[in-house]
């Protein structure tokens, strides 16, 4: 059974850092390309980053800011958000990339 467990939101005010993560069941996460996706109220769900076993790739709003990265050890992928804006204010979703499978997701409120 696939689980992705997200962790880590919270409300922070501008400037400020998170750092998410991922917990997934060890079948879905060894071998597999990770990503985490964001919602904003009333926008479609967009992708933020991505880490494969050889490569990231970020969204260009998020790059030199958030840092994706992954300890295949825990099963867990893990978003490193720094310097914070008011339009990264959304729902962040972890997702085994190219999949429909997702976790439930983790707010992220940022105030300005």
């Known amino acids: 059974q696939v689980q992705l467990v997200e962790s880590g939101g919270g409300l922070v005010q501008a400037g400020e850092s998170l750092r998410l993560s991922c917990v997934a069941s060890?079948?879905?996460?060894?071998?597999?390309?990770m990503a985490w996706y964001r919602q904003a109220p009333g926008k479609q769900r967009e992708l933020v980053a991505m880490?494969?076993?050889?490569?990231?790739n970020y969204a260009e709003s998020v790059k030199g800011r958030f840092a994706i990265s992954r300890d295949n050890a825990k099963n867990t992928v893990y978003l490193q958000m720094n310097s914070l804006k008011s339009e990264d204010t959304a729902v962040y979703y972890c997702n085994i990339y190219g999949t429909g499978y997702w976790g439930k997701g983790t707010l992220v409120t940022v105030s300005s």
């Open positions: 060890r079948s879905s996460f060894s071998g597999n390309a």
């Open positions: 880490i494969s076993s050889v490569s990231t």
